[in-house]
């Protein structure tokens, strides 16, 4: 399953806190329904390509209609076709290696 890891830096707010903009994102991919992961810089989105680009669509025109002047978003995307991956199962891939 495809994952999209996307990050929004809002540019010349009054704050130099982005958890709000988080917070909306996060109310944003929880109302589809897709499954995520935040970590310190970044969100991680798990499902369907058509969904994820939607969703990241979304996310950054949010930001612009929550009044941010300039908003600028990277997304990168992981979609595996030779076998099916999850996020959970990539995440445990890495920690059994490391033991």
Same mark, same amino acid.
């Given at each position: 399953?495809?994952?999209?890891?996307?990050?929004?830096?809002?540019?010349?707010?009054?704050?130099?806190?982005?958890?709000?903009?988080?917070?909306?994102?996060?109310?944003?991919?929880?109302?589809? #329904?897709?499954?995520?992961? /935040?970590t310190p810089t970044?969100?991680?989105i798990e499902g &369907?390509? $058509?969904?994820? @680009?939607?969703?990241?669509?979304?996310?950054?025109q949010n930001a612009?209609?929550? #009044?941010?002047?300039?908003? /600028?978003?990277?997304?990168?995307?992981?979609?595996?076709? &030779?076998? $099916?991956?999850? @996020?959970?199962?990539?995440?445990?891939?890495?920690?059994?290696?490391?033991?």
């Amino acid at each position: 399953m495809p994952l999209l890891e996307i990050s929004v830096v809002p540019v010349g707010t009054n704050s130099p806190s982005f958890s709000s903009h988080v917070s909306n994102a996060v109310r944003l991919i929880e109302q589809k #329904g897709l499954k995520y992961q /935040i970590t310190p810089t970044a969100t991680i989105i798990e499902g &369907d390509i $058509n969904q994820l @680009m939607d969703v990241a669509k979304e996310i950054h025109q949010n930001a612009i209609t929550n #009044g941010v002047q300039r908003v /600028i978003t990277n997304i990168s995307i992981d979609d595996r076709v &030779d076998k $099916n991956m999850e @996020m959970n199962q990539q995440v445990s891939a890495i920690q059994q290696s490391l033991h």
